[in-house]
T-cell receptor, first 116, second 113 residues
Framework: NAGVTQTPKFQVLKTGQSMTLQCAQD?????MSWYRQDPGMGLRLIHY???????DQGEVPNGYNVSRSTTEDFPLRLLSAAPSQTSVYFC???????????????FGEGSWLTVV | AQSVTQLGSHVSVSEGALVLLRCNYSSSVPPYLFWYVQYPNQGLQLLLK????ATLVKGINGFEAEFKKSETSFHLTKPSAHMSDAAEYFCAVSEESNYQLIWGAGTKLIIKP
């Protein structure tokens, strides 16, 4: 029972490099999202998707791209990494058609990204 | 706009003592309220949630929270702290009209032996 799987767990990037954080879920969840977690700021939504082919911006989308070609996968791309993107990134998923009172959000274990 | 305030970025209690983590929210409509726990180097997992009905909600690991509409609060409590409770706790709120969670900044719970 894999749940939500994120890779890589740790990554160091140089300023200006690009990379992709992978996220996959095996629960047939329609809704997937990416958060970043910074000290004292809780979780902030970067992008989300309510189904294959549908994505939308969250609170802090700048510098990030997403796509949703399949139900299972929701990769997050950093286009040109900046030190301000040093953070812990979490992918999350849940059923979408059920309302939020009836379902639970499942989180991946996080990806620690450092941009130098 | 909704917002969530968690009082205290760090809370320290002795093992066996009462745990009280505070959460206040602002919402123009009755909200859904959640507490999540994050153990070191792990993702978040649901501790408990309030949607409708009984305002005292029991969760995993002996935690409970009470929804007080008049105080716009959803404080998390546990009668007796255990060393394994050391983690970061996040309060979150959502309205039925949308499916996004608004998160508090988190409170790190430290358990003293």
């Amino acid at each position: 029972n894999a749940g939500v799987t994120q890779t890589p767990k740790f990554q160091v990037l140089k300023t200006g490099q690009s990379m992709t954080l992978q996220c996959a879920q095996d629960m047939n969840h329609e809704y997937m999202s990416w958060y970043r977690q910074d000290p004292g700021m809780g979780l902030r939504l970067i992008h989300y998707s309510v189904g294959a082919g549908i994505t939308d911006q969250g609170e802090v989308p700048n510098g990030y791209n997403v796509s949703r070609s399949t139900t299972e996968d929701f990769p997050l791309r950093l286009l040109s990494a900046a030190p301000s993107q040093t953070s812990v990134y979490f992918c999350a998923s849940r059923k979408y058609r059920a309302n939020i009172s009836g379902n639970t959000i499942y989180f991946g274990e996080g990806s620690w990204l450092t941009v130098v | 706009a909704q917002s969530v305030t968690q009082l205290g970025s760090h809370v320290s209690v002795s093992e066996g003592a009462l745990v009280l983590l505070r959460c206040n929210y602002s919402s123009s409509v009755p909200p859904y309220l959640f507490w999540y726990v994050q153990y070191p180097n792990q993702g978040l997992q649901l501790l408990l949630k309030y949607t409708t009905g009984a305002t005292l909600v029991k969760g995993i690991n002996g935690f409970e929270a009470e929804f007080k509409k008049s105080e716009t609060s959803f404080h998390l409590t546990k009668p007796s702290a255990h060393m394994s409770d050391a983690a970061e706790y996040f309060c979150a709120v959502s309205e039925e009209s949308n499916y996004q969670l608004i998160w508090g900044a988190g409170t790190k719970l430290i358990i003293k032996p």
